[in-house]
């Protein structure tokens, strides 16, 4: 979800090829669960006699006990699947799935513990994640309908030996807003300069430097913010990619793209228009018309001085929904120096595939893919998010669904994560199944937001022009981790020097001979060949 920012862990995977020759000879094969007999294949409940289940969630609020929620409580009584968490906040999730993992004493099920492709594999070839594809199958007709229609999916969530080990957050294609926006702008302060959108590089250029000396808040103090952002450098890049030719396949293998009239793959942070993009971001910088706290504050110490209202250009969230401030309209998706005009910061609707894990200890894995299942279809979509009728939302005649005053104006002044955590855990961005336009309430859901992602519509990358993320062979990850761990953190080092002012331009060319020292080209060798391993059906 390209509102969400979260690190991915690059794991050293040391095991033998023979491992993955084994399992890649019997790939989805699956025994039957010891009580498999237990589980109805349609309808609910999904077990005719009670079971339990030892389940581990990641939470974003530390009040919350899954055991006493809403959800998990009426969810038991719908399946008679009685799952006993234990959870653990988002910050300590790493440390804590990697160090049940290490000991072994791990649940049946993980929920929402976003496990990244290098521990699927790890831990699937291993057999600790049991492979799901013949379960999917048989038990799971929801998500795989969502793998019959979109097969990049499909190709997306099968690692490298053939197998599924995990169920996904997926974001309905069709939910625009989600998926595609561009940051949102000051129109009161446009007006008042007599300025219109920017179209180009070069006019947003003017227009920032524009909200910097011409004072379009009117206290007579030059305290405005150009643009500002509190999730790194990261947006301000993704925004402008497309205006300098890069990422023409997407940002989910989000260094490499394809060299022009190409499939072979070149390094994204490595050609001359990142090099260009990274100079036009270096002005804004020096001349202040970008936060200089960019590359240190925190969101929500950003967000505090943003809901004063003094910044003109904010991230891609909408202002209104975010900070209760009004006058933001999306800017429209820029032309670059060359005459590229398009938004290619864009997935194909693949969040974490490691939302949901079954592990080796599972007493019914026929049952929890039933049960995981049911969050892929709309009616599980609708209870994941908008809860119970009557207790945390209504349906008007017209069939629209929204939340209860008491949610959206909470008596005690809670906001919205806070008062709907309270029933559900999806506040925080942590959860498998499938996110749907009409039942999402958060700021992507409203009209706002639909019309700035439409505006961008025309320029945004089509969908059957975007690659998967790459899936690697044991031996491919040991040697892509090996290189890309110490590559990327010199990337970042470096981008943010270039932009700051700390490294100077003419060393460009010393930085790329740099990254080649560090191994790159093995890397680009490793990850054409997964590509065109994938493109030939191997």
């Not at 006990?65 to 809403?70: A, E, H, T, V």
């Not at 990142?274 to 804004?284: A, G, V, W």
Request: aromatic fraction near 12%; charge should be negative.
């Amino acid at each position: 979800m390209k509102k969400r920012y979260f690190a991915g862990i690059v794991t050293s995977l040391l095991l033998t090829s023979s491992i993955l020759g084994a399992c890649s000879s019997d790939e989805g094969t699956t025994g039957k669960g010891e009580n498999a007999d237990n589980v109805s294949k349609t309808g609910m409940p999904i077990v005719k006699e009670k079971i339990e289940v030892d389940g581990f969630g990641a939470k974003f609020f530390a009040s919350q006990d899954w055991n006493k929620l809403l959800l998990w409580d009426e969810y038991e009584k719908m399946t008679n699947v009685d799952v006993n968490w234990k959870t653990t906040q988002v910050e300590g999730l790493i440390e804590k799935r990697n160090l049940m993992l290490a000991s072994g004493d791990y649940p049946e099920v993980f929920f929402a513990s976003a496990f990244p492709k290098t521990d699927l594999i790890k831990y699937g070839q291993q057999g600790v994640f049991i492979p799901l594809n013949d379960y999917i199958d048989e038990y799971a007709p929801n998500f795989k309908k969502i793998l019959e229609e979109y097969p990049s999916v499909r190709q997306g969530v099968t690692m490298a030996d053939g197998n599924i080990y995990g169920f996904p957050t997926f974001y309905d294609p069709n939910f625009e807003a989600l998926r595609s926006g561009t940051p949102w702008i000051r129109e009161d302060w446009l007006k008042k300069l007599g300025l219109k959108e920017p179209k180009t590089t070069e006019e947003l250029y003017k227009v920032l430097k524009a909200f910097k000396e011409q004072d379009p808040n009117g206290n007579g103090k030059a305290d405005e913010i150009p643009w500002g952002g509190g999730y790194k450098i990261k947006p301000f890049i993704d925004y402008l990619r497309g205006s300098y030719g890069l990422n023409k396949q997407g940002i989910m293998n989000v260094n490499l793209d394809f060299k022009e009239g190409t499939e072979e793959f070149r390094f994204v942070p490595a050609t001359d228009e990142y090099k260009e993009l990274l100079k036009f971001l270096n002005k804004l910088y020096t001349e202040g018309l970008i936060n200089q706290d960019v590359f240190t504050t925190e969101p929500q110490v950003f967000a505090a001085e943003a809901s004063k209202g003094n910044v003109g250009l904010l991230g891609d969230v909408d202002p209104k929904e975010l900070l209760k401030l009004d006058g933001y309209v999306g800017v429209p998706v820029l032309e670059g120096p060359t005459g590229e005009r398009a938004y290619n910061a864009v997935t194909n609707g693949l969040g974490n595939l490691g939302m949901f894990v079954i592990t080796d200890k599972a007493k019914n894995p026929e049952a929890m893919v039933r049960w995981m299942d049911y969050f892929y279809s709309e009616e599980g979509s609708k209870m994941f998010f908008m809860g119970f009728e009557g207790v945390t939302y209504e349906e008007d005649k017209d069939g629209n669904f929204k939340y209860l005053d008491s949610i959206t104006d909470n008596p005690d002044g809670k906001n919205l994560d806070q008062a709907i955590s309270e029933y559900l855990t999806w506040p925080g961005g942590y959860y498998p199944g499938m996110v749907r336009q009409k039942f999402f309430q958060g700021a992507e859901g409203k009209e706002p937001s639909a019309l700035n992602a439409k505006k961008a519509k025309p320029y945004t990358l089509k969908d059957e022009d975007i690659l998967p993320g790459l899936n690697y062979t044991l031996d491919e990850n040991d040697k892509v981790s090996a290189v890309m761990t110490d590559i990327q953190t010199y990337i970042d080092e470096m981008t943010a020097g270039f932009i700051t002012g700390k490294q100077d331009f003419s060393k460009w060319d010393e930085y790329k001979k740099t990254l080649d020292k560090m191994g790159l080209q093995k890397y680009l060798k490793v990850a054409q060949g997964a590509y065109d391993r994938t493109k030939n059906g191997k």
